[in-house]
């Protein structure tokens, strides 16, 4: 999505006009506080959806629509509306707003948070708003003293004109009334307080003391619990099924057929999944139960020998690969389905009445998932109201293209007439599908005799995101190829005079879905380790093999420079540990990362990871941090052990003993060296991922002599 | 009925023996500080501490748990001011904080036992507790301050 970044941009700016509206609502929402009704009347429109909202006992809330799902963005925003309407960050309320066209993506329409774009589309609508209410506040002080703007100051939340003073909320009545300028003065870089500072972030207390309501947490009076029968196989229906045994069981209330299989309705969780337990459901298997993995990656080999679709072309590569004397290497790499296994497993509470429902849900996708079960109930998405918690992980998966999990509780809580909640077991959550594509890509590079570049050439396949997700008309270009699947391809930094890299469509019957990072976690695999290869080929250090191809990419050479400086790249390292290197940029972040790595057998241990990082400007560089540390946790677990398998359909994996996870005595140190360059915001949640995985691989190559070209490492060196 | 002594509170509750003491807290005595994600004593979300030692409240039958001195996160501190809650605000631990109310119950049980636990120490008691967003690093520094702040080492 790159190209349409600049696009986007351009869009929010016209956006603002109505953003700074939303501003004069919030204002006037303060107003009728403690009145009957909070909707209608003076000729204003009220909207609970308005980002801010200053109120006469001085409180400032921000209203996000963005998610809380660990990345920081609660806090991140925060600081850029504090920044600009000039109040500590901290004093700043965050509520997590339901669904509302206000918080839709500049240029998608819809109310997401994924994409590593949180801080990237909303940091600079954020200083708009804080400047405009600011700049009101000013006005209305103006007025009340009977002077200029230009003869006042403010300082955290509070107004001064020579002695005297007002606090926001003692103006935010009569701020109410000013006219929000069209375009607001906005602070240059050298009067930031607060941008570029860490700041703690504000749900620590709440999650430390057990306080903070996630989706699994909610509880509403008369509410019941669900657990769901789901198909062995994807894909599979329901024959029929004998619930005899499930209604003996104490606390279950009802067995409902839903499309997604048999629906165990309960007093509590308990009962649920007993009665779940006692079901007996006959399948229709369908196709997938002969679902096999070697004919998919047979298919796939296959199709990674012909040319795809072209995603980006310069020079001739094909022929330039030909070149006499040329040096070079034809590697395919394989890559697995992978699990989200975020922390909180999927869950949601629906209660869906004649009139309207209520959703509660821990959610990526709010717009998307209010539409869906509003279709579902027969309503207006304007009569479904969406209470969004935070999520106990997301990494891609509560940001469903298909609002699966959602769906399924609207079709179970639809005509139940009292609340549902709908808990995934782990099991259930491993088993349900929607993972990171499987991929195998061929990579052709060569150097001439001297070792310089000639030509690189890139092909993957694997199944399209994008194309699975209501964008997929705005984005898939008309040769049918998806702008997602070349993400962290196409971008290739370095200096071959021919650069050409394809993608072709693979189709097989597994559900999938974006996972931290997207096509950037098996490209960033890719790239690097072909480069190691090549560097190897060449005869170079791979540091100095990647330098001498960025001579046009300052920022790539500033970030791989620092990671060598942080690790001492080069000198030597304790007895039997190595070092490897990786270099990628994803969501517009650039980030370099060295691994410390030792191998023992087919035991492999991370020692210490130096990680650089250029986001353009760090907003919170703890948080920065923060991610870049999860981005390679999260990564390492996927790199090391990561995979989702088959037999005759059912996927092998069933929890964190099978499915297994990094944990504390395996985490390497993590030392984080972030450069501010300037550039336009890159995104933080998900860019620390992709280069932990060559990276390591680079180790293992430096320290075995062993090539690891197939995902995840423990099965590679079985 | 069952009787439970949790957070210092006499509760009776009407449940089945076998249910796990996970289901008891969260949907019973609507305690959701504790927190479901395996079922299976695979990654410690579920910890809570019986008489001062941390278990898995998800494989533990709340029939097991009766007469016994039962603390979840909401009840280890008054005011989310034991040194471990303090610690970890202090260096922002937490990302989704899903896992984090196990960790943090895993984490004072530690610093009961031991005042100055060795990074192999904070491996050996923590590594049942897993976290998705990888905040281990954090944690560890956490501990160690926690430990400081316990020994009289305040901010």
């Not at chain 1, 990237?120 to 200083?127: I, Q, S």
């Not at chain 1, 972030?201 to 306080?211: A, H, L």
């Not at chain 1, 130096?610 to 677990?637: F, K, R, W």
Request: with cysteine; net charge neutral.
């Amino acid at each position: 999505m790159n190209s349409d970044t600049n696009a986007g941009r351009r869009h929010f700016l016209i956006g603002t006009a109505v953003i700074g509206a939303g501003l004069v609502i919030g204002v006037a929402v303060a107003k009728r506080r403690g009145t009957a009704t909070r909707s209608g009347g003076g000729g204003k429109t009220l909207s609970p959806n308005a980002w801010l909202r200053v109120a006469p006992d001085n409180t400032v809330t921000l209203a996000s629509g963005k998610s809380e799902m660990g990345q920081g963005i609660s806090t991140g925003l925060t600081i850029a509306l504090g920044e600009e309407l000039d109040i500590d960050p901290a004093r700043i309320v965050v509520e997590f707003a339901g669904a509302d066209k206000i918080y839709y993506h500049p240029f998608l329409p819809q109310q997401f948070t994924g994409g590593s774009n949180s801080t990237v589309t909303t940091h600079e609508v954020l200083r708009q708003v804080g400047a405009t209410a600011r700049a009101m506040l000013l006005a209305a002080a103006a007025k009340k003293w009977d002077t200029t703007v230009a003869e006042l100051r403010t300082d955290n939340g509070v107004v001064y004109y020579g002695s005297r003073k007002l606090t926001y909320g003692e103006l935010a009545d009569a701020a109410a009334a000013e006219v929000p300028a069209a375009k607001p003065t906005l602070k240059t870089q050298a009067q930031f307080k607060y941008i570029g500072k860490s700041q703690p972030r504000n749900d620590s207390r709440v999650k430390v003391t057990g306080r903070a309501k996630f989706g699994l947490d909610v509880d509403v009076p008369d509410m019941l619990t669900a657990m769901i029968a789901r198909a062995p196989v994807f894909g599979a229906t329901v024959k029929s099924f004998d619930d005899s045994e499930a209604r003996k069981i104490p606390g279950v209330v009802a067995v409902k057929q839903v499309p997604s299989g048999v629906a165990v309705l309960a007093e509590n969780t308990w009962a649920a999944e007993r009665g779940r337990d006692a079901l007996k459901v006959d399948w229709n298997l369908g196709s997938m139960a002969s679902f096999d993995l070697a004919q998919v990656r047979a298919d796939y080999r296959a199709k990674i020998r012909k040319p795809g679709l072209i995603a980006r072309n310069d020079g001739d590569a094909l022929k330039a690969l030909q070149a006499a004397g040329a040096r070079s290497i034809d590697v395919e790499y394989e890559l697995p389905f992978l699990a989200h296994a975020t922390m909180e497993p999927l869950n949601c509470v629906v209660h869906a009445r004649a009139d309207g429902a209520d959703m509660w849900v821990g959610t990526q996708s709010q717009s998307q998932d209010v539409e869906k079960a509003a279709e579902i109930l027969g309503l207006k998405p304007e009569q479904v109201k969406l209470h969004v918690q935070y999520l106990g992980g997301g990494f891609g998966r509560r940001a469903s293209t298909v609002s699966d999990f959602t769906v399924e509780a609207t079709h179970v809580a639809k005509d139940v007439g009292r609340p549902v909640k709908i808990i995934w077991t782990r099991e259930d959550d491993m088993r349900g599908g929607y993972y990171r594509p499987f991929s195998i890509s061929r990579v052709r590079a060569a150097i001439d005799k001297d070792g310089k570049p000639l030509a690189w050439y890139h092909n993957c396949v694997s199944q399209p995101v994008l194309a699975t997700s209501a964008f997929a008309k705005m984005v898939i270009k008309p040769d049918g190829s998806d702008p997602s699947s070349s993400e962290g391809s196409a971008n290739l930094p370095y200096a071959f005079p021919n650069i050409r890299v394809d993608s072709i469509n693979g189709v097989n019957g597994v559900p999938i879905l974006w996972w931290r990072s997207v096509a950037n976690s098996f490209h960033g695999f890719v790239v690097n380790s072909a480069m190691d290869e090549l560097a190897a080929l060449a005869g170079k250090d791979p540091v100095e093999f990647r330098r001498g191809l960025l001579g046009s990419q300052p920022r790539h050479l500033a970030v791989l420079n620092r990671a060598a400086e942080m690790a001492n790249w080069g000198r030597p390292l304790a007895a039997g540990h190595f070092h490897g290197v990786a270099l990628h940029e994803s969501f517009g972040s650039i980030i370099a990362q060295v691994a410390e790595v030792s191998v023992d057998g087919t035991e492999v241990k991370v020692h210490k990871v130096h990680c650089a990082v250029d986001c353009g400007t760090a907003v919170n560089p703890g948080q920065v941090e923060a991610q870049m540390q999860s981005g390679i946790i999260y990564g390492l677990s996927a790199a090391l052990w990561g995979e989702i398998s088959f037999k005759d359909g059912r996927v092998q994996q069933s929890n964190f003993d099978d499915y297994r996870v990094m944990r504390m005595s395996e985490a390497p140190a993590i030392e984080v060296s972030i450069i501010n360059s300037g550039a336009a915001l890159g995104g933080i949640g998900e860019p620390g991922l992709p280069p932990i995985a060559p990276a390591v691989c680079a180790a293992i190559f430096a320290a075995t002599g062993k090539r690891i070209r197939k995902l995840p490492i423990a099965s590679a060196l079985a | 009925m069952i009787s439970l002594n949790v957070n210092g509170t006499s509760r009776e509750l009407d449940a089945e023996p076998e249910m796990p003491l996970l289901w008891a807290l969260r949907d019973l005595l609507k305690l959701t500080g504790t927190k479901y994600a395996c079922g299976k004593a695979l990654c410690g979300a579920c910890t809570v501490h019986m008489d001062g030692q941390p278990v898995r409240a998800c494989v533990t039958p709340v029939s097991a748990a009766a007469g016994r001195k039962i603390t979840t996160i909401e009840g280890l501190s008054a005011d989310g001011d034991h040194p471990v809650q303090r610690a970890w605000v202090e260096l922002d631990v937490v990302q989704c904080g899903w896992c984090q109310s196990g960790q943090v119950l895993a984490a004072a049980a530690l610093l009961e036992a031991n005042k100055n636990p060795s990074d192999a120490d904070i491996d050996a008691a923590m590594d049942g507790n897993i976290c998705r967003c990888g905040t281990y690093p954090r944690i560890r520094a956490a501990i160690k301050r926690a430990a400081e702040i316990k020994r009289g080492g305040a901010a």
